[in-house]
């Protein structure tokens, strides 16, 4: 069915949210604003000082918040790129930095760990791309190589249509051979970028988990299908295609579900044209994790026990290299070794 105009599938994704719009002074003379003023007229707008006065009030609901979210305008003054944790996955590089181009997502993942990292449901958009790009850029300048996951912290392909930031960023990556961008998603958007030429310093890397879980646990996503659909269109093009099977969730008959999957995958996937696959079980700082189930009982995978080890809360060892090793085992039948990274 072909859709145009406002009564898109676009408008459909948000109709729950962003009926206000927070907009700091400072952000009210940006072009990015003015476009997200156009692209939610009937939003109530109201100006603010400073994000943090909206974003960081305290005895804010974050699941309340989610299922009717506020959008905040804001300029980014400083940070332009942090050190990447290291939790998270460096595939090797050593110069792995991420940034914040927007705080909080449009999905609601169950394990996500922004519930216990931000007193906030709503979303913050920062309209200032000109000075990440420039900070960006100044740190390239000695010619060392950098790796960059532009999508860290959120899902920006999901919010291309409201500012295009992987638009930005492809782009910068052409000019920057040295900077090596990960986008990771769980959208289906890929159309949203389908008019860009590929560009070999970005990777499109897309969160898969079982269709099963994708819809108990993975809140507004796109179906497994769905992805599919979507990374096969960017296959297609010629684009450098990233799988992250992250994380594992130690589900009953998680074995026969993950086989199953991988198998699912790799049908519809061809192998050949996959980058890398990543694989990590359940994971997050036990901070957050002990904040998320002060505020929320009513989901199972927030409660399967955990050890920590340096502030980081994730399955006891055994189980852990149970399931890597499970999936590692499933993922090796299609592809090789050095294409494989456990976490
Ligand atoms: S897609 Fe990622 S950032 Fe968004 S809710 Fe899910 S886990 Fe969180």
Not at 23 to 38: I, Q
Not at 79 to 106: E, I, K, W
Not at 255 to 267: A, D, L, M, R, S
């Given at each position: 069915m072909r859709r145009s105009g406002n009564g898109s599938a676009r408008s459909n994704r948000y109709r729950h949210h962003f009926s206000h719009i927070y907009v700091e002074r400072d952000a009210l003379a940006y072009p990015d604003t003015e476009r997200v003023f156009r692209k939610f007229p009937h939003a109530r707008r109201i100006v603010i000082d400073h994000y943090k006065a909206v974003f960081?009030?305290?005895?804010?609901h974050f699941q309340q918040q989610k299922a009717s979210m506020k959008l905040i305008l804001a300029v980014k003054r400083d940070h332009f790129l942090y050190a990447g944790s290291p939790a998270a996955p460096d595939f090797g590089h050593p110069n792995f930095f991420y940034n914040a181009l927007m705080l909080n997502c449009l999905y609601n993942c169950d394990y996500c760990y922004l519930q216990g990292m931000y007193p906030s449901g709503n979303t913050v958009m920062f309209v200032n791309s000109e000075d990440y790009l420039a900070a960006t850029a100044q740190k390239l300048k000695n010619g060392e190589e950098m790796y960059l996951c532009i999508s860290y912290d959120t899902d920006l392909l999901a919010f291309e249509h409201i500012i295009p930031y992987a638009h930005r960023w492809i782009q910068f990556a052409r000019q920057h051979p040295n900077l090596l961008i990960e986008l990771r998603t769980k959208s289906a958007n890929f159309n949203a970028i389908k008019t860009l030429k590929p560009v070999t310093n970005v990777i499109l890397a897309w969160t898969l988990s079982p269709a099963s879980i994708t819809k108990i646990y993975e809140k507004k996503t796109p179906s497994l299908k769905a992805r599919l659909n979507a990374i096969k269109k960017a296959m297609t093009t010629g684009w450098t295609v990233r799988l992250c099977f992250d994380p594992l969730l130690h589900v009953p008959d998680w074995q026969e579900i993950y086989t199953e999957f991988v198998e699912q995958v790799f049908t519809a996937l061809n192998p050949e044209k996959i980058q890398d696959v990543s694989i990590g079980v359940f994971r997050m700082n036990s901070g957050y994790l002990h904040r998320i189930r002060k505020m929320r009982e009513d989901s199972p995978v927030l409660y399967h026990p955990v050890d920590v080890v340096e502030n980081v809360a994730t399955y006891p060892q055994t189980v852990k290299a149970e399931m890597e090793d499970w999936v590692y085992r499933q993922v090796r039948k299609y592809l090789p070794d050095d294409r494989v990274f456990a976490l």
């Amino acid at each position: 069915m072909r859709r145009s105009g406002n009564g898109s599938a676009r408008s459909n994704r948000y109709r729950h949210h962003f009926s206000h719009i927070y907009v700091e002074r400072d952000a009210l003379a940006y072009p990015d604003t003015e476009r997200v003023f156009r692209k939610f007229p009937h939003a109530r707008r109201i100006v603010i000082d400073h994000y943090k006065a909206v974003f960081n009030r305290s005895n804010q609901h974050f699941q309340q918040q989610k299922a009717s979210m506020k959008l905040i305008l804001a300029v980014k003054r400083d940070h332009f790129l942090y050190a990447g944790s290291p939790a998270a996955p460096d595939f090797g590089h050593p110069n792995f930095f991420y940034n914040a181009l927007m705080l909080n997502c449009l999905y609601n993942c169950d394990y996500c760990y922004l519930q216990g990292m931000y007193p906030s449901g709503n979303t913050v958009m920062f309209v200032n791309s000109e000075d990440y790009l420039a900070a960006t850029a100044q740190k390239l300048k000695n010619g060392e190589e950098m790796y960059l996951c532009i999508s860290y912290d959120t899902d920006l392909l999901a919010f291309e249509h409201i500012i295009p930031y992987a638009h930005r960023w492809i782009q910068f990556a052409r000019q920057h051979p040295n900077l090596l961008i990960e986008l990771r998603t769980k959208s289906a958007n890929f159309n949203a970028i389908k008019t860009l030429k590929p560009v070999t310093n970005v990777i499109l890397a897309w969160t898969l988990s079982p269709a099963s879980i994708t819809k108990i646990y993975e809140k507004k996503t796109p179906s497994l299908k769905a992805r599919l659909n979507a990374i096969k269109k960017a296959m297609t093009t010629g684009w450098t295609v990233r799988l992250c099977f992250d994380p594992l969730l130690h589900v009953p008959d998680w074995q026969e579900i993950y086989t199953e999957f991988v198998e699912q995958v790799f049908t519809a996937l061809n192998p050949e044209k996959i980058q890398d696959v990543s694989i990590g079980v359940f994971r997050m700082n036990s901070g957050y994790l002990h904040r998320i189930r002060k505020m929320r009982e009513d989901s199972p995978v927030l409660y399967h026990p955990v050890d920590v080890v340096e502030n980081v809360a994730t399955y006891p060892q055994t189980v852990k290299a149970e399931m890597e090793d499970w999936v590692y085992r499933q993922v090796r039948k299609y592809l090789p070794d050095d294409r494989v990274f456990a976490l």
